[in-house]
């Protein structure tokens, strides 16, 4: 184990989970996360594979317990699985109690037992409805089948699975119900998620049409099912319940409703080597500058610890009296999901 000092926020959090987006392309186009014609980074603001093990592996030094690889798509990233092996030694070691990622289900049939190999127990699979011509509409190229396969890949690979639903008014409100009985039939956990003030086209209110509060969705799945509360924490900021009709676990993450930075613990890293402290807050602290500075980590512990010493309390994100407060103009794809 290490000597160095776990890492602890101004507010007494121990920062003990981290998410780090590996690239900020992806084989989708979710109406939410991208626009329609993304610009991509150019390569070299990207940290390279080795990078990101340099970096993943300070924060473990630092007692980062949890790591999640987020994209983009994580899975598109060339030679990814090189990076999830390497990560797979912390692992071994006990340093790292979980390795795990989020993805939109498209290349698992490829990945699901490499990732299995590799130490990966569990994957949040992105996916926001169960009907084809609306999961095309989402996601702008389509490929359910494809992800269909993944998720059944997953299975087959021992990996366990847990859906990620952004609640969207007008677009899935009709299929909540629908998507917690398909995944209690199938021994998935199931999480909604209320769409974020993030990306360029916020201004014209987008996100405020597509706003759907998670208070409304519960309430909804309530006409059909009895949810009673339960006190699981999986490292994350979902609030859980058991649905008593199916055994499943529904959870509910509200960053506007009701927003979850009193428990944060928190932090995340962009594929350009950015260090968020809080994803409803604009601060960041360019690690990549001082990891491209020398092969030292004194200056690169000491920047993490700098900026762990900056974290806020909490984001500003607000949907109330019908308006978008708090929005950020990087996209969701950049700083990872």
Known sequence: MSDLPQLIDPFARAITYLRVSVTDRCDFRCVYCMSENMTFLPKNDLLSLEELDRLCTRFVEHGIRKLRITGGEPLVR???????????????????????????????????????????????????????????????????????????????????????????????????????????????????????????????????????????????????????????????????????????RVGFITPLSHNFCESCNRVRLTCTGQLFMCLGQEDEADLRKVLRAGPGNEALDGAIRAAIARKPKGHDFDYSRQRVGGEMTRHMSHTGG
Not at 96 to 107: A, D, I, K, V
Not at 111 to 126: I, T
Not at 137 to 147: M, S, Y
């Open 78 to 248: 060339k030679g990814i699985m090189t990076f999830f092996d390497a990560m797979s030694r912390h692992l071994a070691s006990g340093a790292l109690e979980e390795l795990t990622l989020t993805t939109n289900g498209s290349q698992l049939r490829r990945f699901a037992q490499p990732l299995a190999d590799a130490g990966v127990k569990r994957v949040n699979v992105s996916l926001d409805t169960l009907d084809e011509a609306k999961f095309k509409a989402i996601t702008r190229w389509g490929r359910f089948a494809q992800v269909m396969d993944g998720i059944d890949a997953a299975v087959e690979a021992g990996l366990k699975v847990k859906l990620n639903v952004v609640a969207l008014k007008g677009q899935n409100d009709d299929e909540a119900i629908r998507m917690v009985e398909w995944c209690g039939a199938r021994g998935f956990d199931i999480t909604f998620i209320e769409v974020m003030p993030m990306g360029e086209d916020m201004g014209d209110g987008l996100r405020l049409d597509q706003y759907w509060s998670l208070k409304d969705v519960r309430q909804h799945l309530e006409t059909a099912y009895t949810l009673t509360d339960i006190p699981l924490n999986t490292g994350g900021p979902a609030r859980y319940s058991r649905v008593e009709e199916t055994g499943g």
